[in-house]
Structure formats: structure tokens, C-alpha cells
């Protein structure tokens, strides 16, 4: 199995991480926001738009909050690694990195 030094995600990887803790609280604060529209507007018209916007919130907080946990999880394996091999992750790892990279940036 080839080794690939990890340096180069380890600035991607904290990026992200800070990116979903801002992501979470613009949710909270949007979820916030429709909670005091939804107090404001009683009517039967807007009842269907307000429960659409809180699934999305929902929905978006529990895809926040899986990225997290496997961003600290693969963080952890890249630890783990690196005690390992001296500075050096398996490729697999990196891969697995990568595609969770691309989960965040979809999300």
C-alpha cells in the first residue's frame, strides 16, 4: 500500500471543520428567524412554506452534525496513522478524506 504524506490535507480538514460549526449556527439562527415569522403570520397559506423550511433546517443540522462526527472520526484514523509512520497515511485514508471532502463541500 502506498504512503502519502498528509500535510496537505490538514489545513482542507480544519477548514472544514470551522466551516460546519459556522454552517450550524446560520441554521440555528435561520431556524430562529422562522420561528418568529411563523409566530407572526398564524395564517393556513403559510403554514405548508414554514413546515418546508423547518425540514430543510432539520435536515441540514443532521447532515452538519454526521460531517462533523466523521470528519473527527477520520481525524482520529489520520492520528492513529501518523504515530504509525512517522507523518505518512495510508492511501485508503486519504481517499476516505477525500470523498468526505466532497460530502462536505455538496452539503
Given amino acids: 500500500m502506498k504512503n502519502v504524506n ?44 414554514i413546515e418546508h423550511f423547518q425540514n430543510e433546517f432539520i435536515i441540514h443540522s443532521e447532515k452538519i452534525d454526521e460531517l462533523k462526527h466523521a470528519f473527527h472520526q477520520t481525524q482520529h484514523q489520520l492520528q492513529a496513522q501518523l504515530l504509525d509512520t512517522a507523518g505518512y497515511a495510508e492511501e485508503d485514508t486519504l481517499d476516505l478524506n477525500e470523498d468526505l471532502y466532497n460530502q462536505f463541500l455538496t452539503e
Avoid: M
Fill in 6 to 49: 498528509i500535510k496537505h490535507i490538514s489545513s482542507l480538514h480544519s477548514n472544514a471543520l470551522a466551516s460546519l460549526v459556522f454552517y450550524e449556527q446560520e441554521v440555528h439562527f435561520l431556524t430562529k428567524r422562522l420561528e418568529e415569522i411563523a409566530a407572526k403570520n398564524t395564517g393556513h397559506e403559510i403554514a405548508p412554506a
